[in-house]
């Protein structure tokens, strides 16, 4: 489960850390549009290496590594149905999924990695989505290593009676891990109707307008920055409209 | 010891989760067969997890480990299984079946038993753990103290020589209690090797002969039971509370009464109270 270190809050006193969610959440959303209207190996690679940039800024990348390392498996996949599935510029392409897979991976680390529960749920309702829905959220968030935690007791409650998970072809591994999913599935709702009524006890829901403890300020490098991004994604978007990028960037490696 | 038949030995045990420090330090133990022990130390000790490399879930990250006189190295945890059964804490996290004799047959389907004697096993255990008038509900659909009694016969079921309870009386009422106890006199009777880790100090006081404390990975103690519950500094290292009989002998000696320092039983309290009185 070492991918999902990438994933978790880290507290570190660095300017990234320090900027506003909102700001952070702009820069996920620029890299994710921008990712997406490129299928080329160059613009994928510079993004992808800013990414790392922002990463080595906010002091993560120890966290990062890890699930790099961790999505290596996913990224072989990516590139070999890449490979298979399309008939011209087999390298060029593959090569620019499995990139575009890295920079949103990274970017998404970096959003988690520097981005407190709080401050993403207060983020979330900022942005006009109800309590409810950004308290879903940062809850499942919340719950995921108690979840892996809950799957490693009961796969060795389940070996403990001879069931050996490994053994067996394809079908019958499947069929093991039904045994797995019966008392997970089961376990998690009941643990999820336990926090309903914990959350209900300790007056969830009780008003509609509720105060806070933080407090969101966009500072004026929020803004600078938030101004800056929009305009380079636009820019972006346009130039690449009407054909103007410089041509350096559609190389084909697989040429040079 | 009447019986010097070593069931489980561990030889400079070390254990550590991922990179990370060990949780276990230099384990060395001897566990005979037929002994009853419990294993005593505060959350995060290092219990469960010593236990579990006695049927392979863990193997050490140092030093070596023999269970019936095997290294445990080699083998699998299905095989080790077979001879030392596990029953985990939380009943929740290991149910899963249609119905409760189906949850009973698993470990020993799994283990290729014959099937004439799979329903011989399945009685013996419906009726041992008092579940015969459930066999055919959900095991979900059961109370808690039910479901405890479920997971004990779905292990009992298969008969193995060594049993290890992962915090038996957590949660359960005295009654529930009570037929733990039972079942464990039951077990002893029946030459079986027992191994419980709890917290629970006054539930050990009359069911085990041997104590080990753990404290942050380290054994502190190991030995006669009396040795451990009634050594205060000892209990208060484990972060534990002395059995209240003990307490209350300690309260008294402190207030002048010429009590010896290692009461353990209500009887022997009575018996000194009364010598002091009657003298």
């Known amino acids: 489960m070492s991918f999902l270190e990438g994933f978790k809050f880290r507290r570190k006193d660095t300017r990234i850390h320090k900027l506003d969610p909102r700001t952070k959440f702009i820069i996920v959303v620029v890299y994710t549009v921008l990712s997406l209207i490129f299928f080329n190996v160059i613009p994928l690679f510079i993004l992808f290496l800013s990414t790392i940039f922002l990463i080595y800024m906010a002091e993560s990348m120890n966290e990062w590594k890890k699930t790099i390392r961790g999505m290596f498996f996913f990224l072989t996949i990516i590139f070999i149905l890449n490979f298979i599935s399309i008939s011209q510029n087999k390298i060029d392409y593959s090569l620019a999924m499995v990139l575009r897979f890295l920079t949103l991976t990274s970017i998404f680390s970096f959003f988690f990695l520097t981005t407190t529960p709080d401050e993403l749920a207060l983020a979330i309702e900022a942005s006009g989505i109800s309590r409810d829905y950004s308290l879903m959220f940062t809850m499942s968030l919340r719950f995921v290593p108690t979840l892996a935690k809950d799957l490693q007791t009961i796969m060795d409650a389940l070996r403990s009676r001879g069931l050996e998970l490994e053994k067996g072809g394809f079908i019958q591994r499947i069929r093991n891990y039904t045994y797995v999913l019966v008392p997970l599935i089961v376990y998690e709702i009941r643990r999820s109707l336990m926090i309903a009524e914990a959350l209900e006890a300790r007056g969830y829901g009780a008003t509609d307008k509720i105060s806070t403890y933080f407090e969101l300020r966009m500072k004026r490098i929020d803004y600078i920055i938030t101004v800056i991004a929009i305009i380079i994604t636009i820019l972006v978007i346009l130039l690449k409209i009407y054909g103007m990028l410089p041509s350096w960037l559609f190389i084909k490696i697989s040429n040079i | ?279």
């Open chain 2, 1 to 279: 010891m009447k019986n010097n038949e070593v069931v489980i030995e561990t030889r400079n045990l070390y254990y550590a989760y991922e990179d990370e420090k060990y949780v276990l330090k230099n384990i060395n133990l001897r566990i005979n067969k037929g002994e009853i022990i419990a294993i005593l130390g505060e959350n995060g000790a290092g219990k469960t997890t010593l236990v579990k490399h006695f049927n392979g879930l863990l193997k050490p990250t140092k030093g070596e480990v023999f269970v019936l006189g095997k290294n445990v190295k080699d083998m699998s945890v299905a095989e080790l299984s077979k001879h030392v059964g596990i029953v985990f804490q939380n009943p929740d996290h290991q149910l899963f079946s249609e119905t409760v004799e189906k949850e009973i047959e698993f470990a020993m389907v799994n283990f290729g038993f014959e099937k004439h004697y799979i329903e011989e096993r399945i009685e013996w255990a419906l009726k041992l753990m008092g579940l015969e008038k459930y066999r055919n509900r959900s095991p979900y659909t059961l109370s808690i103290g039910e479901r405890k009694r479920l997971t004990l016969a779905t292990v009992l079921s298969y008969d193995p020589d060594i049993l290890i309870l992962d915090e038996p009386t957590a949660g359960q009422d005295f009654l529930q209690k009570e037929k733990i106890a039972e079942l464990m006199n039951l077990l002893k009777h029946r030459k079986k090797t027992i191994i419980i880790v709890t917290h629970d100090i006054e539930f050990i006081v009359n069911r085990v002969e041997r104590v080990i404390l753990l404290v942050g990975g380290k054994i502190i103690y190991d030995g006669d039971k009396r040795g451990a519950l009634t050594n205060y500094k000892l209990m208060k290292e484990a972060r534990l509370l002395p059995p209240q009989v003990s307490q209350i002998s300690w309260i008294l000696y402190n207030l002048g009464v010429k009590l010896p320092k290692d009461i353990l039983y209500t009887e022997e309290l009575l018996r000194e109270l009364l010598r002091i009185y009657k003298s």
